[in-house]
């Protein structure tokens, strides 16, 4: 049942954000040219969207002219990096701004708390997978155990949305900051570098995160 629960769950967060995100950015006039939602064996396609088997990890990409900088202006319409920086700032806060929202509805203010707190969670988690990491998850375990379905969704996309917001996160906080940086003409930074950089930072917060899972799940009670 705790399985089902957390399945459930990621399935929602996964799902609901991205497609706020992309809802926003074509309202926005930004051109989406492919939804995926889940991973493994395609089930349905249509268009640009995919459905695959495994309802989790899902993923939107956005017209971009990062790689094709020849192209005239009316090529470059739609592209997501030749749009006002407010543009580019709503479309990268979309998807947190989606999951602080769901956590406020389903937790009302007690979601800004679990929030906040996310943000050092998520970093101290990481560094210590085998001690923070493990008091992270064992409370979480117990809410998945103990609370409403309502409740562990609220908690878990506050705690999501915090992750999205991370400065050093590819999923969202990255392009945040970039995004300000340019919009000040402040280039110092190499984009494709620093990208690759928080790539690989958001990789190993996930694979640390992930190997503080595997050691809760295997270790005794």
């Not at 989606?98 to 509805?105: E, F, G, K, M």
Request: hydrophobic share 55%; aromatic share 10%; with cysteine.
């Amino acid at each position: 049942m705790i399985l089902l629960t957390l399945c459930s769950i990621w399935a929602i967060i996964s799902h609901v954000p991205v497609l706020f995100t992309a809802y926003v950015a074509q309202s926005l006039g930004v051109v989406v040219e492919g939804v995926t939602l889940g991973f493994g064996p395609v089930l349905l396609t249509r268009k640009n969207w995919v459905l695959r088997a495994i309802p989790m990890n899902s993923s939107v990409r956005f017209k971009v002219t990062d790689s094709m900088p020849l192209l005239t202006a009316h090529e470059k319409k739609g592209a997501l990096d030749v749009q006002p920086a407010w543009v580019q700032l709503l479309v990268s806060v979309s998807i947190p701004a989606c999951l602080l929202a769901i956590a406020c509805v389903l937790l009302g203010v007690d979601a800004l708390r679990y929030f906040a707190s996310g943000f050092a969670q998520l970093v101290s988690g990481a560094l210590a997978p085998f001690t923070s990491a493990q008091t992270y998850l064992a409370s979480y375990h117990a809410a998945l155990a103990d609370q409403s379905f309502g409740f562990v969704l609220g908690l878990t996309a506050a705690k999501m949305a915090a992750f999205h917001l991370l400065p050093f996160s590819s999923v969202g906080g990255f392009q945040l900051v970039m995004t300000v940086v340019q919009a000040f003409n402040a280039r110092a930074l190499t984009f494709p570098r620093t990208e690759r950089l928080a790539v690989w930072l958001t990789l190993l917060l996930i694979a640390s995160w992930a190997l503080a899972a595997f050691v809760y799940v295997v270790s005794p009670s």
